[in-house]
């Protein structure tokens, strides 16, 4: 069959270097994130994976980097934010300045020429500099700058990155101020009014020091995004963890393949929460987590809730129904590379399984996405139609991408 053009449900943008201090108010811009170019060698990690780099203008091993400055952070993007082109095979934790980073990882030319190269027609992506739901903005200091900062990110991401050539091909979506829920609903709003349909939130709250899903904090939101048709995106790391540290030697390579922990637990928190009871239209999307998990541990949520008056006495009251059957039509999982989760659609249904590329992550199957997705199709099966809901129906069916001019 003919491959369909895919549609990305998860890839990733680099920010311009002058986006907030060439868009804040004049009053803000010095307060706001801005970048400074340094020479220097590389002093460890920060909070949200970035780099620290200490200025060292004359070691033999300082290198020039481009690091951002807000308030009393110092952050470098790695390379390993940006593993395509030339950048493919360089270590994760190298740094480069904005002159080193391949243009489509930032520009927006440059990214569709990319994604035409890819066999991509749309794509939705997350932060970098925010990270994957704001927390950047969340742990700041001065909260009215923080919320001026998370607008103009918005209002670039939907006006200017996902405007003019890129409309309809770029799908915006937006962050919102997590320290406040009036404030994060208001901005769900706002951001449908200006044509995103599309939220970043974080797969576990309290990690981020802030109150979990299950009970009535976050309904501001939650109604805001059901009266709008705005999608829920959890994205692995949003809650700024990766699982539970189990000592100090265990290698990364440990946790990157275990990754997929973070959107399990998600999972099983919003099928026991009985807010996709109560929000009765509103969908999630757990991205990079893969799927193959989901029909296991569906199953372990229905026995356990068959069982309810050993656990908890209003279990029914708030989860009136087997977990298992909010899934079809509000619950998604994305995948690149999990066979396993092609090989029990049927048990997840097809029709909760959406593409992404991961582009330009160290792992994006980037420029290699149609001949990955041809392979697995091949292995798992998948007939026409199932290809088709994989690659880009789906994707349509859960973001409304009619409203963007994609119908088919």
Known sequence: MELPKMISVD???????????????????????RVNRK???????????????????????????????????????????????????LHYLS?????????????QAARLADMDANHCEASLMFPTVPRFCGQTFLESQDREVALACVRVWNDWMIDEWCGGAGRGRLIPMEIIPLWDVDLAAAEVRR?????????????????????????DYWHPLWEACEETGTVVNMHIGSSSKFGEPRGTDVPPFVGKSMSFQNSLLCFGDWLASGKLETFKTLKIVLS???????????????NEWELKDLWERDLHQRVPNLP????????????FDDLAGLRVRDQIGMSQIMWENDYPHGDTSFPNSRQMAEKLIDAAGLDESEVYALLRGNAIECYGLQRFGIMH
Not at 15 to 22: F, R, T, Y
Request: proline share 9%; aromatic share 12%.
């Open 324 to 335: 298992s059957t909010y899934i079809r039509g509000r619950v998604y999982g994305c995948i």
């Open 191 to 215: 951001c449908a009014t200006k044509g995103s349909f599309a939220v970043s939130f974080s797969e576990c709250p309290p990690h981020l020091g802030l109150p979990s899903i299950f009970g």
């Open 11 to 33: 890839d990733h943008v680099v920010e311009p270097p002058d986006l907030w201090s060439a868009r804040l108010p004049a009053k803000y811009r010095d307060r706001g994130p």
């Open 39 to 89: 020479k220097g060698v590389l002093n460890g990690l920060a909070r949200g994976g970035f780099l620290v780099a200490d200025e060292a203008p004359d070691d033999p091993k300082a290198v020039w980097v481009d690091e951002w400055v807000y308030e009393d952070r110092r952050m470098i993007i790695p390379s390993g934010q940006m593993q395509v082109h030339h950048l493919r095979d």
């Open 288 to 302: 990079e987590g893969q799927v193959g998990w989901m029909p296991f541990v569906a199953g372990r949520f229905d």
């Open 95 to 107: 740094m480069v300045t904005y002159d080193d980073m391949p243009p489509g990882v930032w520009q």
